[in-house]
Nanobody, 128 residues
């Protein structure tokens, strides 16, 4: 089982960029698929992006396609979420989540129940 710690959140202006990091402990992190989710006040947690354990496949929700990029460095046990052209609708607490080599990840990547390990979250606030 890995433990996850997010970092990189903050207060930015619309149009700015941020890079979130999800650092994991554990020797087998390279076999974990990872997802980023976010939750805005009064709203349900929603899927943002996901990456397969190899890094070869990535997935995005339509709202962030072309603006956000998920990547991973297994040598550093870290997954990144590069967020460009931020807008006020991106304001939320961002969580990373992981699961060990999940079955049928290509069909389950956007469901929170796919992931059994979650970080504590990092706040992203975009002022307009």
């Amino acid at each position: 089982q890995v433990q996850l710690v997010e970092s990189g959140g903050g207060l930015v202006q619309a149009g700015d960029s941020l890079r979130l990091s999800c650092a994991a402990s554990g020797r087998t992190f390279s076999r974990y698929a990872v997802g980023w989710f976010r939750q805005a006040p009064g709203k349900e947690r929603e899927f943002v992006a996901a990456i397969s354990w190899s890094g070869g496949t990535t997935y995005y929700t339509d709202a962030v396609k072309g603006r956000f990029t998920i990547s991973r460095d297994n040598a550093k046990n870290t997954v990144y979420l590069q967020m460009n052209t931020l807008n006020s609708e991106d304001t939320a607490v961002y969580y990373c989540a992981a699961d060990y080599d999940p079955f049928s990840f290509d069909r389950t990547y956007s469901a929170p129940r796919t992931y059994n390990t979650w970080g504590q979250g990092t706040q992203v606030t975009v002022s307009s």
